[in-house]
RNA sequence: GCCCUCGUAGCUCAGCUGGAUAGAGCAACGGACUUCUAAUCCGUAGGUCACACGUUCGAAUCGUGUCGAGGGUACCA
């Protein structure tokens, strides 16, 4: 809609002989109806540039553009503005094209582009808490938006299981192991002592029983697989699902690792100190030099974070989506600028930091900690309300925003959930449609003049356009309110309408088309921010 | 100390690249089901957009500073 306006506006302006950029023409909604349905500032910019009074050159584009079908009242108000009212009649028929397209109204033909969206990362140390969840399902969404907007879209898991944590973790499960048998073993220092070590503890005594005599590789290894099972599970409850799971380990046996630190030293960009290899930040603009590899002769988890960025770049995507917790607010600048370092164009890469959030029960927040045990798991958020609400939670609010999730109104209040607003639309749609099914021909859509019929239709031309802005600046959270709004407009119509009217047809069956699109909207959105869109509720 | 992110109604938060009278949900109060689902709708009340300067015809939005919250600043990941 807004483009059908703006296409206008720059025909026009060429017209006149104005000199803009397109960036220059903006066209928004007005808060004040009465202002009429779009409105533009082009008069201010094109004032300015000018030395021209707005209310002249506003002059100017309204004569121009007042034949033009598309708008039916062209006002120029307070000091300038152009407020046009649009031509009910010229956008109507947009019902009918997305009653055609159906269930791929809103995708766009593909655009031969390649996309790699790394996210969720955990090592397979514990759980996944609500914690990840935030990351799994923002990048699983931003996967959707970018399938729907025509690009073929990986989605890659990163992990390490060797290391540190992992010993740790292999030995807590020995320690627990040999607790359940009853023999001596020291619970390590830093160990984990989540539940779940236990219950990797006893299923492997039930397997193996007690006389196993194993060393803590074993134990490491099982208790890697059984982490991993749990986390897929915990992913395939939310309908997340991954294209590749990437082991560091990889970056080790290929050398890449010390590809990198030979590339860096060619440019001088490595010295050695106090035993240890240091990316010498400082020289490319960065705050610090870093330690790459520890005077130990083990690498820095930042080492194999620039090869493994490397390695995405070589494999030749035209977007790298690397969605981070805030925690990884500080690394992920020295692993860009190694890139770009190496040669490669580090502008591909596109760092999504989500803040955190924060559990609260009974009103105090939940400390939480993998290494403590002290933490609410994804699974079990999902069981307690459902992979939609969860899902919607999870993306309705800005990534920047540190939001509160109140535990106990989540579970009281389901029910009010903004989610099931949504989906109630939808179900009350299509009971409609089930009661109506008389075959429809012919059907008039010019008989939908009402104005919140009009003011519908608008909001579902602007679907196209919200899926193109979310991917540009990949915040889904303005989808997310898209579709709030588009069900509370519904609603607040249906309260007030009747769809199926026996004494006039013709009107019945322009609405039910209409309804018929809006419920295909209500889908398609839903379905791209991975919530289900049931017919009956 | 330094670097990120943020501060909007009692609570949780929207507010797109600066635009006209700052929005929604929850909580409070009052209404609406013999009619396609009341998981809904309508109404009332609730605000110095943390604060101060600055840029601008115009600022919640941009800049600087102050205060406050969270995160990061490791030869941990």
Redesign the pocket.
Known sequence: M?NLVIDEIKRSLKDLNYEFED?DI???????K???DL???IA??L??KNKKN?IEISTEIRENLISVNLFREINI???????FRINPKSIVNYISEIIKENENYGKTNPCNKKVLVEFVSA?PTGPLTVGHGRGAILGDTLSNIFEWNGYTVEREYYY?NA???MRILGESVQSRFMELVGKKYTFPEDGYQGDYIFSIAKEILEKHGKNLNEDNVFFKEYAENFIFNDIKKTLKNLDISFDSFFN?KTLYDNKEIYNVIDKLKSKKLIYE????V?FKGTEVGR??D??L????G?????L?DMAYHADKMKRGYDICIDVF???????Y?DVIEVVKQLGYDESKIKVI?H????I?KKGKIVKMSTRKGTFITLDNLVDQVGSDVVRYFFV???????????LD?AKE??????I??I???N??I???L???KDEIKNVNLELLVKEEEIKLIYKLVEFKETLI?VKN?M?P??LA?YL?EL??MF??Y????????DSNIKLTEARIFFIKSISIVITNGLKILGISA????
């Open positions: 807004k960036g903006n066209v928004n909604v007005p808060k004040n009465e202002f009429g409105s533009t500032n201010f910019l004032s300015k707005p108000a307070g000091p300038g503005f152009l407020n090592n390490n290391g540190r944590q560091e100190k106090d035993g240890a240091w705050d610090n870093r330690v590899i520890k005077k130990t083990e690498p820095t988890y930042r194999p917790g805030a925690d990884h607010m500080d690394a600048p930091i803040q955190f959030i924060s609260l309705m609010r800005g990534i920047n925003s540190h939001l509160n999730f109140d109104i209040k389901s029910e009010k959930n903004p099931y607003y989906q109630y639309a179900a009350r299509n009971t409609i089930e009661i109506y802005k600046i915040e959270q303005i309110n709030l069900s509370s609603h607040k249906y309260a007030k309408n009747r769809i199926i009217n049931p017919k009956k509720m």
